[in-house]
């Protein structure tokens, strides 16, 4: 028996409203690029936010999507700041956009390496364990002094000009222009993939990893590919921070990195993409009132906001930035009903 | 060598002490509480403070210690922990290292950044010869005290009846509260308990492990490892999994100075990839 | 009699506890058969061996005569053997429309793609609604499965194994937990299973079982004790004593 028509077409609209590009997300990005004419004094922070932005992106592609619980991502991130300190410092690759991709796969192939042990054990064994590659990598960057610079960080790197053309300024104009596309088009390679069958496989891990299987599903397989592309964002991330700061140390491995990632996700939200986004503006403007209220002790601040928003409770939270994806979802809705009132005998 | 292996033990059974609390509450509550070396660190500069400061005989401040942490941890268990327990991991593990966070950076503020160090008495310090050994006199104490505590503790687990309704709270919380067990107070009691443990072990450690605001977060790691190593079903396996530990970073640093705690952690590592559970865990029954 | 599914001598043992003991069935190709035993007997313990979600401590299992007992639980699916829970075990927050797709879009190997946006491919909208609609889940198609009444879960709980095409479908105790009103549909449902497809149905509810059935095997203590048609076991007089707890004189 055919399936009823209705439903079809039911279907088909729920479907391609699910993956379409509500208005607001437009306003975001048009924001964020007019932000390169209308906000030229501020393009320092921006540039922060910016790969500030795609570092917590890479988070949630494992946190938000695969439900994986990880204290370390910092490991990624800081490989890929390292190695595109070192590329540019010793003269390997000179422009900035291809030492980005090599600290990206770099930083990807230890995500592929690493991938294995977030596989089996609890969420505590997860934390431990990602922890502990993290730590590894700061004591190995702490141990090669003679090729990192050690605690002191690494000197006298200097970047060369983005594609051959565009030097790097002080004043962070071109930093900001080059994360901003960098992190533009890879959002919109992971808008492409949340959407599509391999995303929809990943929700359903994160959801139901035993039904998952029973559907034919490789969840080791689907956790390992996930947990490789989010290490290549993040590795991605550091090299820009090493690039447009033109410094690289210990730092970037710290375990206040990680954590303050994961303030950044609880307060943009996790399993939409702009969670990251969104909380990192929110932490950037934040921490920068708060260092000038305070310039030693802002990481009180910060644990108490931690505190708070647990006690508060996340769903929340949740709710006070659901007013804009209602509003989101409305437009959208309004597009559907709009759609279902035109007679059969017009296609769409 | 023989000079390592008692210094790794002594570090060891520090280890051991200021981790037990943890292995409790993570095997009784399941709440995974990153914030235990923060009432190590209160035991530690409560002891200085008294020690060096007010001049509180060094054995009068560590009991002083260990009730002063455990009250900390009874009033905070009762006010902010108790709403943290049916939340997801991640939030626990959020306000934790929030709490952590403001540990830190409350510590810095009002007893200043730099390393402190306790005036420990006299007749502490230094070694003595055993067959050609040399026995640190403070290190002694730490071994004596602290395995006098492993006993104690073990004492209460096996023999007492809160250490029964402990035991019967771990195994399964559901049916302990169905035969009359105030699973709560369980909860609370043990909590301040394995708190004042850990302003013990921050006392006595402040010496051997370096005290400073930052406390927490270096030694977390540790902690988590013993906890994690050792599994949550029983004493005797954090025990061990601590002495390993203990004298596993003390002969790693010795030895293989360039590489340091890079052992540590690899071996961690490499125990959690095999035996997720722990190397010493019963089948859980969770 | 071909043969669908075969177990041989499977044994699986949890320490002093043998929770399968022996095991060797053999399933017709289109049979209706049904697994009935007390509780405890280890009908879900064979279930789980049977779709590899547990390694049997020995014994083999054959599927259309190939031996799948290394093969991962994924593997067995894509090699036609899937499966229902008896509890609901289902993506809560995913719509039907979604969980049916992916059970879809991964029987078609399109599981790794991930540039095609979801929903761009109208022949497989189609056949997914086509699925739904046999269940009776369009009217529900995009509401979250978490706020569906239970009944309606159920019947997404077969959908899904049937989406994934399976040569043999083993339902545990599909209309558990269902209320009164809404069984029939349930029962419609497994009653409308296409004849091709080979079924192992575990069930408590004799009247299902009666109804449904054209073989009954009987599983107590983790042993095979009886199996038969529908009415030499219903006859067997060793049975009811097993059901109605009394001593059981050796089988």
Redo the contacts between chains.
Sequence with gaps: ????PI??R???E???A??RWQPLEVVFWLVAFSAIWLLPERHLILTEIAWLGLFALSLDLI?GYAGI?S?GHAAFFGLGAYTAALLAKYGIVNEPVLAMVVAGLAAAALGFATS??VL??????R???T???A??LR??AN?YGWLTGGADGLQGVTIGPVLGMFRLDMFGHTGYVYCLTVLFILFLLAR??V???????L??VK??P??A???????DA?LV?IYTVAAGYAGIAGALLAQTTAFASLEVFS?DRS?DL??IL?IGGTGYLYGGLIGAIVFKFMQDYLSQLTP?????W??????V???VG?ERISQWTGPFRRFAAHLSWRTLRRRLTVSPGEGH | MLTILFDGIAYGMLLFVLASGLSVTLGLMNFINLAHGSFAMAGGYITVILVNRIGVPFFLSLPIAFLVSAAIGFLFERTLYAHVYSKPHLDQVLFTIGLVFMSVAATDYVMGSSQVFVQIPTYLQGQFEIAGVGVGRYRLLIIVLCGLLTIALQFILAKTRFGSRLRAAVDDSRVARGLGINVNWVFSLTFAFGSGLAGLGGALGAEILGLDPTFPLKFMIYFLIVVTVGGTSSITGPFLASLLLGIGDVAGKYYVPTLGSFVIYTIMIVVLIWRPQGLFARAASR | MAVALETVGLVKRFGALVASNNVSLQIAKGARHALIGPNGAGKTTLINLLTGVQKPTSGRILLDGDDISDKTTHERVHLGIVRTFQINQLFGDLTPLETVGLAVSERRGQGLDWWRVVGSRPDLISEVVEILDRFHLTDVIDKRTAVLPYGKQRLLEIAVAIACRPRVLLLDEPAAGVPEDERHEILAAVESLPKDVTVLLIEHDMDIVFSFADRISVLVNGALFVEGSPDEVARDARVKAVYLGEEVADA
């Design positions: 028996m055919p399936p009823p439903a079809i039911v279907a088909t729920w479907l391609s699910r993956a946190l619980i204290l294995f042990l089996r054990g609890s969420d505590l064994t934390l431990m364990v922890l502990g590659v730590l590894v004591e190995l141990r492409r993939l959407n599509s069958p391999f995303g929809l496989s929700m359903s959801g139901n035993l039904r299987s029973a559907i034919g599903i490789s969840v689907r590919a375990f954590a994961l303030l609880i030693q002790y802002w990481p009180f910060i644990g108490l906001v931690l505190v928003i647990v006690l996340r």
